[in-house]
């Protein structure tokens, strides 16, 4: 998976402009605010169709009412062309010119590292879901489909809970039985592996404790229905469905204990950066691809075994663009980053591989 160039135009505060990247390591460091990150998440929106903002609209520059993005990505060997069109509330994914949904565009195309993953680890069990679900997404259209439709049926239950619908419960459960069921089934496959690449990368971080993942869930495909017989006065009386997949969670354990209770900080970041190169190596695995991998603001990690694990795993693969307030190490790319222009600057071991072209964007 090769990133040729990407171009944005009105996306956040990054001027007009169309960017090269050689494969290897770019560099793009400068002052806090100038940008980088806001870089990182267009290449990741136009790769894989996926944002967390709240609203559509915070992507658009201020003052605009519309947004571009496009990265050409060269996967397989053929090139294709991934564009991103923002408007109010409204978001148009095209590959090669044609319409698509997200699920659509090549999942496996990028991984992104960010310090707040830590809020994977002292985060509620959402935001692991949120990990765990986003990456099944990625590696199985079906996965994803199920699992809208199964959120969809855990909307109307609940107003039908709330409603005193009685009549429904039958038909919703059974629904949610069956959807709920091949959720699961499909979690406790990739957790088994995930939990073996993330000890893996758990260990080769340096750290003296094992890290094992494992679901915790509120229910099981066997017992999926006696348990809601069993539930059925507490989840009348909370208007809301308590069992099922949307209600689990990703355990962490390091050492003898619960992470989220008592990892130190460190720790956590460790683990969180176990979670994303089991990410990389397990989309690897099943697109036989590696992912681009970014890495935001890698000069925020000031532990040495964290910041030579981060480098090294940029330096092993086929691309990887790396943000920070210093230039990373080993890149072959070097960008300079301010006030939302990125113009290339030598990097450590030699001259600028492009020459400026800020400013020329295909619509
Ligand atoms: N929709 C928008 N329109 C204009 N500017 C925006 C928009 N959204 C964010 N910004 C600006 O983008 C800048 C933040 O950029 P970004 O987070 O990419 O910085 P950074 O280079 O990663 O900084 P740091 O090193 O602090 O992480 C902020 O100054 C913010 O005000």
Not at 7 to 26: D, E, I, K, M, Q
Request: aromatic fraction near 6%; avoid cysteine; charged fraction near 25%.
């Amino acid at each position: 998976m090769l990133l040729q160039t990407l171009t944005t135009l009105n996306y956040r505060n990054l001027a007009p402009a169309t960017l090269h990247f050689p494969a290897g390591v770019s560099a793009v460091w400068g002052p806090n605010g100038a940008g980088k990150t806001n870089l990182l998440e267009a290449v990741y929106l136009a790769l894989t169709g996926l944002s967390d903002v709240g609203r559509l609209e915070q992507l658009v520059q201020q003052g605009e009412k519309e947004a571009y993005v496009r990265a050409d990505l060269l996967q397989g060997g053929s090139l294709s062309v991934l564009e991103v069109g923002l408007g109010r509330g409204r978001r148009t994914l095209k590959a090669d010119g044609v319409r698509v949904r997200g699920l659509e565009l090549p999942r496996g195309s990028a991984v992104w590292i960010r310090p707040e993953d830590s809020e994977l680890v002292f985060g509620g069990p959402s935001l692991r879901r949120a990990y765990l679900d986003e990456l099944l997404s990625r590696i199985s259209a079906r996965y994803a489909q199920q699992l809208s439709r199964y959120e969809r049926a855990v909307a109307q239950r609940n107003a039908a809970l709330r409603a005193g619908e009685e009549w429904a419960m039958p038909i919703w459960e059974e629904t949610l039985i069956k959807l709920g069921s091949e959720i699961m089934e499909v979690r406790r496959r990739a957790v088994s592996r995930l939990a073996e690449l993330a000890a893996a990368a758990n260990a080769a971080l340096g750290s003296a404790k094992p890290l094992k993942l494992e679901l915790v869930e509120t229910t099981t495909p066997e017992t999926f229905r006696a348990d809601f017989a069993r539930r059925a006065a507490e989840e009348r009386a909370r208007g809301s469905t308590v069992i099922g997949p949307h209600r689990d969670d990703l355990g962490l354990t390091l050492g003898d204990f619960a992470a989220g209770d008592y990892a130190s900080r460190g720790e956590a970041r460790t683990i969180a950066l176990a979670l994303r190169k089991a990410e990389l190596d397990l989309l690897q695995e099943r697109f036989g691809e590696m992912p681009l991998l970014l890495i935001d603001d890698f000069s925020a990690e000031l532990d040495p075994a964290r910041r030579a694990f981060l480098l090294t795993m940029a330096a092993s693969v086929p691309q990887a663009i790396v943000t920070g307030t210093e230039e990373a190490p080993g890149a072959v790319q070097s960008l300079s980053a301010e006030a939302g222009t990125f113009s290339p600057a030598p990097t450590e071991s030699g001259e600028p591989e492009q020459a400026p072209i800020a400013g020329q964007v295909v619509a």
